[in-house]
């Protein structure tokens, strides 16, 4: 097989860092060779800025362009499902940012496509594909730590002057931005266990969506995850796994982490260096989960291993749940 050849939906921030992360990898394993937006003009800004040979000025012509074997969609959350079927139901590959859906059922009914389809699709999570994460559940495996007691995560930035992020209409709101990240972490670290309980609580912003939120998860064995996220001020942003015989931690932006600490010894996990300035903080990172999708697709997987369908059902499961407790509904959760 050739190079993976990606096709971008969407001309924005996170599209712009993916576009630079990608260049960080060998050109003969990963080729853009399109791009889409609803404004032709942002796309051929971006094909021009990035040396995508094709600019299509609507999604409809991406999914239909044959050149491309894998879309990276980039676009709000609340266009995450129609664009997402759209390529789906072209035969494309789909690499779609989280959330994947507004709601669980958003995630089935992609799922569900993807697999009448036969294609591959997953979330991308790109937190689950640092060589840190790696280490982690590595370290896991090998009963490093002995048997895990207690999560902590925290994520929290000023965010609410962002309207995508504030705005209903627009899916804003804390957990389906940057909450769920503590989340799918919590998840992962117990191995895809549906915890037994979900307690919420919160804040909510003028406009109807959550600010500021608590989740704590309790499993089975009186195993618990406790995670804090806000919009309204800049938190720690570290992450600590206890166990039984020690404690690993993650001192800084742990869903996109270049550092852990296994019982007070560091290990660092350098970035590949970005080509071009980025967005957001480590987003060159970006590269692992698109080498990742490049591996599933020579190996004719549908699905990923490390963030699976069965993953992304599981945190929009307790996203809708913890979005219940704190009274926040979107014109998606209508039946």
């Given at each position: 097989?050739?190079?993976?050849r990606?096709?971008?939906?969407?001309?924005?921030?996170?599209?712009?860092?993916?576009?630079?992360?990608?260049?960080?990898?060998?050109?003969?394993?990963?080729?853009?060779?399109?791009?889409?937006?609803?404004?032709?003009?942002?796309?051929?800004?971006?094909?021009?800025?990035h040396?995508?040979?094709?600019?299509?000025?609507?999604?409809?012509e991406l999914?239909?362009?044959?050149?491309?074997?894998?879309v990276?969609?980039?676009?709000?959350?609340?266009?995450?499902?129609p664009?997402?079927?759209?390529?789906?139901?072209?035969?494309?590959n789909?690499?779609?940012?989280?959330?994947?859906?507004?709601?669980?059922?958003?995630?089935?009914?992609?799922?569900?496509?993807?697999?009448?389809?036969?294609?591959?699709?997953?979330?991308?999570?790109?937190?689950?594909?640092?060589?840190?994460?790696?280490?982690?559940?590595?370290?896991?495996?090998?009963?490093?730590?002995?048997?895990?007691?207690v999560?902590?995560?925290?994520?929290?930035?000023?965010?609410?002057?962002?309207?995508?992020?504030a705005?209903?209409?627009?899916?804003?709101?804390?957990?389906?931005?940057?909450?769920?990240?503590?989340?799918q972490?919590?998840?992962?670290?117990?191995?895809?266990?549906k915890?037994?309980?979900?307690?919420?609580?919160?804040?909510?912003?003028?406009?109807?969506?959550?600010?500021t939120?608590?989740?704590?998860?309790?499993?089975?064995?009186?195993?618990?995850?406790?995670?804090?996220?806000?919009?309204?001020?800049?938190?720690?942003?570290?992450?600590?796994?206890?166990?039984?015989?020690?404690?690993i931690?993650?001192?800084?932006?742990?869903?996109?982490?270049?550092?852990?600490?296994?019982?007070?010894k560091?290990?660092?996990?350098?970035?590949?260096?970005?080509?071009?300035?980025?967005?957001?903080?480590n987003?060159?990172?970006?590269?692992?989960e698109a080498?990742?999708v490049r591996?599933?697709?020579?190996?004719?997987?549908?699905?990923?291993?490390?963030?699976?369908?069965?993953?992304?059902?599981?945190?929009h499961?307790?996203?809708?749940?913890?979005?219940?407790?704190?009274?926040?509904?979107y014109?998606?959760?209508?039946?």
């Amino acid at each position: 097989m050739g190079p993976t050849r990606w096709g971008i939906c969407s001309a924005g921030k996170i599209s712009h860092d993916f576009l630079v992360a990608l260049k960080t990898l060998p050109p003969e394993d990963h080729k853009v060779v399109a791009i889409a937006s609803r404004e032709l003009s942002r796309a051929q800004k971006y094909a021009q800025m990035h040396n995508i040979p094709k600019a299509h000025g609507s999604y409809a012509e991406l999914a239909q362009d044959p050149d491309v074997d894998v879309v990276y969609v980039g676009v709000i959350h609340p266009y995450h499902l129609p664009s997402t079927l759209l390529f789906i139901q072209a035969g494309k590959n789909v690499l779609c940012e989280k959330p994947l859906g507004m709601n669980a059922a958003e995630v089935k009914a992609m799922v569900r496509a993807a697999r009448e389809k036969g294609v591959f699709l997953m979330e991308a999570f790109w937190s689950r594909f640092f060589p840190a994460s790696e280490k982690l559940r590595s370290l896991l495996r090998q009963g490093t730590i002995g048997d895990v007691v207690v999560v902590h995560a925290d994520f929290g930035f000023h965010l609410l002057t962002i309207p995508r992020c504030a705005e209903k209409e627009l899916g804003g709101g804390g957990v389906l931005d940057i909450g769920l990240y503590c989340v799918q972490w919590a998840c992962m670290v117990f191995s895809g266990e549906k915890p037994e309980s979900i307690v919420a609580s919160g804040f909510l912003h003028e406009t109807g969506v959550d600010k500021t939120g608590s989740i704590i998860l309790n499993f089975s064995g009186g195993r618990q995850a406790v995670l804090n996220y806000t919009m309204v001020t800049q938190l720690p942003n570290q992450a600590t796994i206890s166990g039984t015989k020690g404690i690993i931690e993650f001192p800084h932006f742990f869903w996109s982490p270049v550092q852990l600490v296994v019982n007070g010894k560091n290990e660092e996990f350098p970035l590949p260096p970005p080509s071009q300035q980025l967005n957001f903080p480590n987003s060159a990172g970006l590269c692992y989960e698109a080498e990742h999708v490049r591996q599933c697709l020579l190996q004719g997987l549908k699905e990923s291993p490390v963030m699976s369908h069965a993953d992304s059902e599981l945190v929009h499961s307790i996203l809708d749940e913890v979005r219940r407790q704190l009274g926040v509904s979107y014109p998606q959760d209508q039946p």
